[in-house]
């Protein structure tokens, strides 16, 4: 699109061209490639979509076209060997809506990257010494990183022109101190192998608590926040003054909270006992902490809307499994309460956080003395929106804040292109 400017009498019209505004923004997984294009002159959709199974039988595309309404989405099932494929066809459906990739619109492809170490504190422009520095980080991010730059590099392929830039899942928690980030292991060991707290869920934690200090009217650097972000992966974070100080999930995503399929918190020592008493190997047990745990290792279930409706029906497993949840979820909200001192918000996000009204009333019952009080009517409330769900003079805010990781990786990665 261009705007038209006024033309002299007589001339033909000058067109001058339109900033380009748009932003593309690619989460790559090891055999799926998620998108979304975004119009950041008001951070408008364009476009959404999904496609499974690259490199399997069966792959699938599903795209939804955003832009003036919703369309029906549409699908597409054919053979896509690898991610240049599924990014090829991703760039046709695109081109289709009048969207396409070779669009002088486009500012830039955002990619979110899982793990970018200590290294990595701001959103990058990537280069060859950016991929080389991610390629090195493969031994903390074994399934994330790889699938990442399989994304950087097939979308530099496509538009090898056009700033791609990497954003951290990692980045928002490089500001924790030392204290916070470092394991009590052997100093020498931690620190020839890169051991220590990193974080992850990070562009969640960065926008939702800058979203929660905007619900309660304030800068973010006024405000200290409690981040419980909860979706199949789940992670909490203190936020003091915009900036986070501590977080639960650490070298992996696979310690602090309950989730879907993961552990969380257990002994260390668990591994050693498997391999002793069960002759488990490393890779079993690596499987059974983070695919065979949590709630579905309690349950056999991990979506709480299925967990909720056993409960109902007075089924034991799941009721314990949404104990052990909610027990955890408590203990961190009091350990973070603890290490920022003072607390203005707890805030719930992700499909958990979002949408199950009695975890979040179930994870601060008993806790008025901390100031925490969760209003049933307003928990009870379901929307979209922002919101809070604490009584009018809480003397600590509950919010539920919905998370938008896509929305916040095209805003770091236009900022910094925009400079
Ligand atoms: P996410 O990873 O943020 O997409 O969250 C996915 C999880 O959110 C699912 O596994 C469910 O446990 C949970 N979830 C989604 N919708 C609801 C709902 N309406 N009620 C309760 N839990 C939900």
Redesign the pocket.
Known sequence: MTSPSPAAEGSPPVIAPLTPHRVLVLNSGSSSLKYQLLDMRDSSRLASGLVERIGERGSRLVHSPLAGGAAEPRERTEPMADHTAALKAVAEELAADGLGLDSPQLAAIGHRVVHGGKHFTEPTVIDDAVIAEIERLIPVAPLHNPANLTGIRTARELRPDLPQVAVFDTAFHTTMPEAAARYAIDAATADAHRIRRYGFHGTSHAYVSRRTAALLGKDPSEVNVIVL?????ASASAVRGGVCVETSMGLTPLEGLVM?TRSGDVDPAVVFHLKRVAGMDIDEVDALLNKRSG?VGLCGD???????RRIDEGDEAARLAFDVYVHRLKKYIGAYYAVLGRVDAVVFT???????AP?REAAVAGLEELGLVVDAELNAVRSGEPRLISPARARVAVAVVP?DEELEIATQAYALVRG
């Open positions: 972000h909860l979706g199949n992966g879907g709630l991990n979506d709480m809307r299925e967990i909720r992700a499909g958990v956080g979002e949408n199950a975890v998370t």
